[in-house]
């Protein structure tokens, strides 16, 4: 098979996944002792002493304004660091201020952190590699030449100065804003001050620098034949910038300082678009990408001028599910390129400068014990990466090694706290840790209350459990009420499709956890038991925390009660419903919807066509996360119809008005992503949506409603009518309609303060 052929497989593989070899892990220990994961590696004269490394995840908006990491990120990254994981490496840092424009905002700050500034950030530094190597923990810092295309086109509007790239390159943000060539001047600046930021890392006794050349940033745009159309000047030839610059590392730092390069095997553009590469701005500008033939070729290059060990994924911003795997994407996604390149070295006998083999990092959603060990058994790589399992859990490792892999809290995958929340403007977090990212407030033994108080918990779901516990470690006496047969609430349906595989886990993971507690005197849990104010009140409880979570809404259309039409809950509760039908109708193209619409097409093999008001399917989710989403539904033939309304459900139709106007966005744009509602694009004013209404009749033998949630917040009110206890809180859902990241933040954080 040639290499061209293993992507396009791949490229078909990553939808109905679990059809094509792909397995759905589980957080078993058949491998243990893990032997292989916990024996040590040599990079450079380093000696890491196990074969995980901490993923380049933290860093933004972790910082003060002037760039000096903060006790924030510091007690951030010490955790990990605490849980056993060997290698950490930090989020990307850049050196190009004052040259990327992109980088910098509206009084000359930025959210990253920086190590080019002074000696005022120099202290941070080295606190933070002494606070490693306390644990046990080796620490490299990932240097970035900058972001390019790929960076904040607000420069133009903040500073009237144009971002910048290899060429020019459209902004990824907003197509309509060039990126302008970058200047062999300004690239050899820049060059210049990755040797002195290496150089600086080392004296704050940073163990090795990592650099950034994945993803479309721009050490890639400048080493990738898709972004780099230069036709002249020394750095035309696009391996000539990555080259310079481990040249200039190893000037400024010596041989003995580990270089570690992240970097993509193949953009994958033309596997993933394939025809629209052809036909689409601004993917046929970047056809020529980079193939792995000539990835390979450079990696040997980068060996000779001094790496020392890649890590290698696939995909960019255009494919950004490709970098970023999401929940609905496989574990060890990956695990066939690096063993791609493993081969490669090993055929050719590609050594280090030191005479070593050249590791290569896996990555790809490798947060199984048994699976990361399995490939490392199976010499598919040398070390396994692992960014948001260790955010979700910063003691993977420790448990890994004791064999606890039953108590890992599980990553689910959303990419909602740790990539979309600083995308919307937060820094990074985990939607099921709490205490990620808020480890300098938050200790990890939970303190006793002084008053051990009675507590009623209504709600047995992920805001239920995580305060029922937290409550139970601060000493206090809980009953929890759950109005059902079984604990997870609304993540029970969502636990049921093949692609919702880490949801399960995690429901998994929440039910062991409510087992625990079953073992403390202190703690009742009372299933199909729906509470009234005045019975709360009558037990006499101190205070009552309401979690009972959110219920589907249902439209005031004509139709809505038909025998046909069913909710999203419905549908993945019991499949059975819908095993007579073929062609659905799923109203709503929230992340419920596209993802019920997924179901029915790649798991139940039916015709479906979805529906949504607005004018992006998926708005507010994670690009990644509906990226891969959205573009299996085009693959599967799922017809979606966005500013749409629908009017009626008339038997086997379903009536809409849809906009046909020809600015209403593509549905199946995963190419660009959502601007935040608060950035202001100037050329929408330029291009405005006209309303220009179309009637539809969409045939449905079923329809499917996923319009969203509303609050079932009527007990707290009742309640606080009925004066049912002296304290009485609301969290999760009944308080706002959201996600497990925000039910799960605000019941621990309430909890714990009881």
Known sequence: MSYEDILYKLSDNFGDWWKKGFEVPEFTNKLYPYKNMFSPIKINNLTVKNRLVMAPMGNISMCEETGRPNIKMLKYFEERAKGGVGLITSGLVPVSFGIDTSLIELGNLSYFPRIDRSRTVFAAWRDLSAMCHAHGSHFFIQLTPGLGRVGNPQCLVNSFKFPRSSSTNPNWYMKGIPCLRLSDRSLKKIIRRIGQGAADAKACNIDGVYLHGHEGYLLEQMTNSAFNRRSMGRYSNPETFGLDMIKEIRERCGKDYPIMYRIDLSLMLNATYREKMDKVSPLKKFKNERKIEETLEYMRKLVEAGVDIFDVDLGCYDNWWLPHPPSSMPSGCFLEISELVKNYFAENNIKSNK??????????????????????????????????????????????????????????????????????????????????????????????????????????????????????????????????????????????????????????????????????????????????????????????????????????????????????????????????????????????????????????????????????????????????????????????????????IKDDKVLCVKNVHKRVPNPYDT??????????????????????????????????????????????????????????????????????????RSAYRKARNI
């Open 355 to 648: 005479g070593l083999d050249v590791p290569v990092v896996a990555v790809g959603k490798l947060g199984y014990p048994d699976l990361a060990e399995q490939a490392l058994c199976d010499n598919k790589c040398d070390m396994v990466m692992l960014g948001r399992p260790l955010l979700a859990d910063p003691e993977w490792c420790n448990k890994a090694y004791a064999g606890k892999v039953s108590d890992i809290r599980p990553c689910i995958g959303c990419q909602e706290a740790c990539i979309n929340e600083f995308v919307e403007g937060g820094h990074p977090q985990c939607a099921v840790n709490p205490r990620t990212a808020f480890e300098e407030e938050f200790s990890l033994e939970i303190p006793k209350s002084k008053v051990v108080k009675k507590v009623a918990v209504i709600g047995g779901g992920p805001a239920g459990i995580t305060a029922a516990e937290t409550l139970i470690l601060r000493g206090h006496k809980v009953d929890l009420y759950e109005k059902t047969d079984k604990l997870g609430g609304n993540i029970v349906p969502g636990s049921k499709p093949k692609i919702k595989y880490e949801i399960y886990n995690y429901l998994k993971y929440l039910e062991s956890v409510v087992e625990k507690l079953k073992q403390n005197e202190n703690f009742n849990v009372h299933f199909n038991k729906e509470m009234t104010a005045s019975e709360l009140k009558d037990k006499g409880y101190d205070v009552i925390m309401i979690a009972t979570g959110a219920k589907q809404k249902r439209l005031p259309i004509e139709g809505i009660d038909g025998k046909n039409v069913v909710s999203a809950i419905d549908v993945l509760n019991d499949r059975d419903i819908v095993k007579d039908y073929k062609k659905f109708v799923v109203i709503g193209g929230g992340v419920v919807g596209a993802e019920t619409a997924y179901f029915l097409r790649y798991e139940l093999d039916k015709e479906v066509e979805l529906v949504e008001m607005d004018k992006y399917i998926m708005n507010h989710v994670c690009t990644a996360n509906r990226g891969h989403i959205i573009h299996y539904l085009e693959k599967g033939n799922v017809k979606i119809h966005n500013c749409t309304k629908v009017t009626a």
């Open 671 to 744: 190419w660009s992503p959502i601007l935040p509602e608060n950035v202001l694009n100037p050329l929408d004013k330029l291009m405005p949506i006209k309303y220009v209404p179309k009637e539809l009749e969409l045939d449905a033998d079923m329809v499917v409603l996923a319009i969203g949630v509303t609050k079932q917040d009527g007990i707290y009110y009742d309640c606080v009518k009925e004066n049912a206890a002296p304290e009485i809180y609301n969290v999760g859902d009944s308080f706002k309609e959201a996600k497990i990241f925000e039910a799960v």
